[in-house]
């Protein structure tokens, strides 16, 4: 049951650095004030690049979002019928 845990504990550990990574590295959602008044200045094939690379990194942040919940389930389960604490 050690084994496991380490284990588990790992991918968690792993998993929640990923994820802090990849929420740092996607752009905000507005540009503020700027944008309103015609601040934004991209071209419509650079927004669709952008989109689609903002649409994955949503993605990944939604995988790693739930692999972290499971994990910290399975940890919390594992630790409890092994008699231990966390």
């Given at each position: 049951?050690?084994?496991?845990?380490?284990v588990?504990?790992?991918?968690?550990?792993?998993?929640?650095?990923l994820?802090?990574?990849?929420?740092?590295?996607?752009?905000?959602?507005?540009?503020?004030?700027?944008?309103?008044?015609?601040?934004?200045?991209?071209?419509?094939?650079?927004?669709?690049?952008?989109?689609?690379?903002?649409?994955?990194?949503?993605?990944?942040?939604?995988?790693?979002?739930?692999?972290?919940?499971?994990?910290?389930?399975?940890?919390?389960?594992?630790?409890?019928?092994?008699?231990?604490?966390?």
């Open positions: 049951m050690d084994i496991l845990m380490w588990v504990a790992g991918i968690l550990v792993v998993s929640s650095i994820m802090c990574v990849v929420v740092l590295i996607q752009q905000t959602k507005s540009s503020g004030l700027g944008a309103a008044y015609g601040g934004d200045t991209v071209s419509f094939s650079q927004r669709g690049k952008a989109a689609s690379r903002e649409a994955k990194l949503q993605k990944i942040t939604v995988v790693l979002a739930i692999v972290i919940a499971v994990m910290a389930i399975a940890l919390m389960l594992i630790a409890r019928f092994a008699g231990k604490s966390i």
